[in-house]
């Protein structure tokens, strides 16, 4: 093997791990609401046998750190620990088949997300044809 060849080797390898670690929505994510557009929290995406959840770690500009909003077993909860993206499959370029919680709605809507770019993730919780996406940016 000539040095030509291992370089090239090593350089191909550099830039595929580069763009698969580039491809994930593993990470932080500032919450932006699509209907006012603040900020309203930072979500940790992570991967848990194949698939992906998120929990709120921090909240932005947030008027009640309960989930007063919530029924059930969610009622009066911290937010901040709040799972609120659960069993989301990686489909190609898209993560699909999940669910996403609102807190300040009480309900739990289907979920798919996409990147757009390394740092804005489309968020969309649906109901049959009805439908809002919100973006969120990764902190780095």
């Known amino acids: 093997m000539t040095l030509k060849s291992i370089f090239t080797t090593i350089l191909f390898f550099s830039l595929f791990i580069s763009i698969s670690v580039a491809q994930s929505v593993v990470g932080v994510w500032k919450t932006v609401d699509d209907e006012t ?7 940790e995406i992570y991967e848990k046998n194949g698939k992906y959840y998120g929990k709120i770690i921090k909240l932005l500009n947030a008027s009640t750190t309960k989930c007063d909003n919530c029924s059930g077993s969610r009622k009066g909860k911290p937010l901040v620990g709040l799972e609120i993206l659960w069993d989301m499959k990686k489909s190609g370029s898209t993560w699909k088949n999940g669910e996403i919680f609102s807190p300040t ?5 289907s979920c798919k997300m996409w990147l757009e770019g390394d740092d804005k993730l489309k968020v969309r919780g649906y109901v049959a044809l009805f ?10």
């Open 37 to 43: 557009g603040q900020e309203k929290s930072q979500v």
């Open 105 to 109: 709605k009480d309900k739990t809507y």
């Open 131 to 140: 439908y809002r996406t919100q973006t969120w940016h990764r902190i780095k």
